[in-house]
């Protein structure tokens, strides 16, 4: 067996929900993760003239396993739960930028309204963007029973695969919920990283199924983005030291 690589890797690896505008004064956590279509433009744009690289979590994957070179100023950015207006508003400008992001899909709700169509998602596939999983119905998967867990899980999976054609190899946890059965059906599914919802920029092997996100919220502007692209901060309850 291959030892662990001790390699400790900073990629920013920004969270991104709904891109648009919400109007309904009583939807506070829909508000919270709704970020304009002009700041999101405001912020991409910011990104691609400090001279931001994007890359995909199988890129960062591949550099902490095997040690494929990254460029110096990196970013990940990714799409959580597949609604329509990140098709809408995020595509034309990761498009206009040449980005590229990673978009996490909810195999059961495709096609519903708010959220994309398959056809739409093939083309987010045909233009470079990376498609993760992101379960059968984003259930609490740490309060399932073992059966449903690996449906929920692999379910998922296979049915994104059959529809890209393709296999698909990145997963993101349903709001950030993950426990050691959890884990341990997501690596035997075959996803060589995985999405968490706990804060930081600092990757290690050892992390690749439970990777830190920096979550973009309504309240945030290109500058506040930018900031935490800079800020270094570890993972407090995982001290690693930096290393370049
Ligand atoms: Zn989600």
Request: charged share 20%; net charge positive; proline share 7%.
């Given at each position: ?6 390699r ?19 939807d ?9 279509p ?8 910011l ?6 690289h994007t ?18 100023k ?11 207006d990140?098709y809408?508003?995020a ?21 519903r ?38 449906h ?8 994104i ?11 993101a ?33 050892r992390?690749?199924?439970y990777?830190?996100?920096v979550?973009?919220l ?13 800020d ?13």
């Amino acid at each position: 067996m291959r030892a662990l690589s001790h390699r400790v890797t900073f990629a920013p690896i920004l969270m991104f929900h709904y891109i648009r505008v919400d109007r309904n004064p009583y939807d506070y956590l829909g508000i919270r993760l709704s970020v304009a279509p002009s700041t999101f433009s405001s912020e991409m744009a910011l990104l691609h003239r400090y001279g931001y690289h994007t890359i995909t979590l199988t890129q960062l994957a591949d550099h902490i396993r095997y040690g494929r070179p990254l460029p110096r100023k990196r970013v990940v950015l990714t799409f959580d739960d597949g609604y329509e207006d990140q098709y809408k508003h995020a595509l034309p400008v990761l498009r206009r930028y040449g980005f590229r992001a990673t978009f996490f899909i909810v195999s059961g709700f495709v096609n519903r309204p708010r959220y994309m169509t398959w056809r739409q998602i093939k083309q987010l596939d045909r233009d470079g963007m990376e498609i993760g999983v992101h379960t059968v119905s984003h259930l609490d998967l740490t309060t399932l029973p073992t059966r449903f867990l690996w449906h929920q899980i692999y379910g998922a999976k296979l049915a994104i695969e059959w529809h890209l054609r393709h296999p698909v190899r990145v997963f993101a946890y349903p709001s950030g919920a993950f426990d050691g059965a959890v884990l341990a059906d997501v690596r035997r599914a075959g996803f060589i990283a995985a999405a968490s919802t706990l804060p930081g920029t600092l990757h290690a092997e050892r992390t690749l199924l439970y990777l830190y996100r920096v979550r973009i919220l309504n309240s945030d502007t290109p500058q506040t983005m930018y900031s935490y692209l800079l800020d270094r901060f570890g993972n407090p309850w995982e001290p690693t030291p930096y290393v370049p």
